[in-house]
């Protein structure tokens, strides 16, 4: 970030008073630019023992696979950002379930958060991000062309929760972060 979003003026890094990180403030207005994670949400939509997968149009990781997923915005639950997800990319409507997995993907500072789901009709297609969307059974899914170790994590919790006959949530966290980042 160069400029302030305020007044357009340049910005520098400081630790405001009070504060114990650096920020971007602005040199002129004072505005303090606070960086904090964004929410990624996601389901686990299943139907007669198979999984909803999209293979990604989009960057990053275009024509891998991956469960609907997405930013959260503003105004709606997690839940609803879930099931609003699956409509947009996978034009599939679900219904949103327990929790599956929270993700800490640090280096690209954001949360993860995936939901069970149940997919009560098999009526899907691609929407707009997804070159296509298949129901795959257990068996048959690619995980090697999986496209975010977040949601590799959330697939294998899935089928082995479904397994034990159980519904538990987990934790998780990824750091690909280089080194010298951590100490600075
Ligand atoms: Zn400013």
New binding site residues.
């Given amino acids: 970030m160069n400029f ?1 979003e ?2 357009g ?1 340049p910005v520098q890094l400081a630790v405001p008073a009070g504060d114990h990180l650096s920020r971007h403030v ?1 040199t ?2 004072g ?1 303090i630019h606070y960086r904090n994670p964004r929410l990624v949400v996601g389901c686990v939509p299943e139907h007669e023992q198979r999984i909803l997968l999209c293979r990604r149009a989009i960057e990053p990781r275009r024509g891998y696979w991956t469960v609907p997923a997405g930013f959260m915005e503003n105004g709606e639950t997690l839940q609803q950002a879930a099931a609003r997800e699956s409509a947009e990319e996978a034009l599939a409507e679900v219904t949103i379930g327990s929790l599956l997995a929270i993700v800490h993907v640090l280096h690209a500072e954001q949360v993860h958060v995936f939901f069970r789901a149940q997919l009560p009709a098999a009526r899907f297609a691609a929407g707009p991000e997804s070159l296509e969307v298949a129901l795959v059974a257990p068996r048959d899914i690619p995980w090697d062309d999986i496209a975010f170790r977040s949601t590799d994590f959330a697939l294998r919790r899935y089928l082995e929760d479904k397994a034990a006959g159980a519904e538990p949530y987990h934790f998780h966290s990824i750091d690909q972060r280089p080194r010298a980042e951590h100490a600075g």
């Fill in positions: 302030c305020k007044c003026a602005c002129a207005c505005h």
